[in-house]
């Protein structure tokens, strides 16, 4: 190239600043929106992830302020209280306890009684003699003043005899599997509630198992 | 021959008349440019930093979780307790309902001679009464025994 082109090309030389940029704008344009990288999208995906990172953070920090305020003692209490109500394990000499004292307060007599368990409850089927359909009534009402609940799911009364079926359900403890990130469920008014619920009702010694079958054949139970 | 005086002539005009806005319009293109690269960037930095810091501190709450696990349990255990003791309490008590019945049927001078589920077996002598007795509630039998005594058997509500 002689003196000729090399002046040509100096007098075009301004256009190499506009041609750079104009390419490294369309190379950007690909790299940054559109193309196979995204570099915003994969940008706006990060953000979306910082956010829930801090969102569970958030969720967590309260799960665990609240773990710190838990008072572990207290809770044992409340469990206990409420294993009174429905036993961790079957428990049937409450059930029987139940039923005798529920027969010996309310003057009718327990001609025999069984009972089937099943894997959440017993159900006991006891025959009650009675002449007076007040006393059934009276057995009937004891029987669901007690704890742990006996709830009554038939009556059959007929001839001064009264076959009634009773439930009562008991539920192990479950172990705990559960997830850091899984909530903390709020229980608190709830068993104030329940407690206060529970309150109304009376509870049965083991001790009271062992008291007087008043006429009762009970040849085996189970 | 070709006039090449004639066709400089032209280009040096488009050149005279086009670079100024050419070099505007590249320097602003420029300039943006630069501006979203180096806002990318920055995005980039705060948003890897903002989720380092969140992922640190989640992974140290999550082991302080652990610490707490013990306790999470007996909370657990007492929530799931409390649902089991309500659904035992949910059932309505038959006691106030026999004892209505009961009380009702002594009102009219009528013996309860059987219950089953919520249908009460009345017994009395007189007709009326008995249907005074199942007055708005489903009356299953009415049955005349040969003693001349009347049986009813009426849905309880």
Redesign the interface.
């Known amino acids: 190239m002689g003196a000729g082109g090399s002046m040509e090309v100096k007098k075009w030389s301004w256009l190499a600043f506009p041609l750079l940029v104009g390419v490294m704008t369309v190379v950007s344009f690909g790299k940054l929106v559109a193309g196979p990288d995204q570099i915003w999208r994969k940008l706006r995906l990060n953000e979306g992830k910082a956010k829930a990172t801090e969102i569970e953070v958030v969720k967590l920090k309260s799960k665990l302020d609240r773990l710190n305020r838990v008072d572990t003692a207290e809770q044992g209490k409340v469990l206990s209280e409420l294993g009174k109500a429905v036993p961790s394990q079957i428990q049937p000499m409450l059930l029987i306890g139940e039923m005798n004292q529920a027969a010996s307060e309310s003057g009718v007599a327990v001609e025999k009684y069984r009972i089937d368990n099943s894997e959440t409850r017993q159900a006991l089927q006891v025959s009650i003699l009675t002449e007076d359909a007040g006393k059934l009534i009276d057995w009937v009402n004891n029987m669901e003043g007690w704890l742990p609940l006996a709830r009554i799911v038939g009556i059959s009364y007929e001839n001064d005899r009264a076959e009634v079926t009773v439930e009562q359900v008991w539920k192990e403890s479950a172990a705990s599997g559960t997830k850091p990130e899984d909530e903390l469920p709020e229980t608190g008014e709830r068993v104030k509630s329940l407690l206060s619920k529970l309150g109304d009702f009376r509870e049965i010694g083991t001790s009271s198992a062992q008291t007087k079958d008043d006429g009762a054949v009970n040849p085996n139970p189970f | 021959m070709i006039n090449l005086l004639v066709r400089d002539k032209g280009l040096a005009e488009i050149?005279q008349k086009y670079?100024g806005r050419?070099?505007a319009?590249?320097v602003a293109?420029?300039v943006v440019?630069l501006l979203?690269?180096a806002a990318?960037a920055g995005?980039?930095v705060w948003?890897?930093g903002?989720?380092v810091k969140?992922?640190k501190?989640?992974d140290k709450?999550?082991q302080?979780?652990?610490q707490?696990?013990?306790?999470?349990?007996?909370?657990?255990?007492?929530?799931?307790?409390?649902e089991?003791?309500?659904s035992?309490?949910a059932?309505p008590?038959?006691?106030?309902v026999?004892?209505r019945a009961?009380q009702e049927a002594q009102k009219q001078g009528l013996?309860?001679?059987?219950?089953?589920?919520r249908v009460v077996?009345v017994r009395g002598t007189n007709l009326q009464t008995l249907e005074s007795f199942a007055n708005g509630l489903e009356v299953k039998s009415v049955t005349k025994k040969s003693d001349g005594v009347w049986v009813q058997e009426v849905v309880w509500k």
Do not use: C, D, F, M
């Open positions: 050149e670079k050419v070099q319009v590249t293109v420029a440019y979203a690269v990318s995005w980039w948003v890897t903002r989720n969140a992922v501190e989640r709450l999550i302080q979780l652990g707490q696990a013990a306790t999470e349990a007996v909370v657990r255990q007492a929530a799931a307790r409390v089991i003791v309500e035992a309490l059932g008590k038959w006691g106030p026999l004892a009961l013996e309860i001679v059987g219950w089953q589920e077996t």
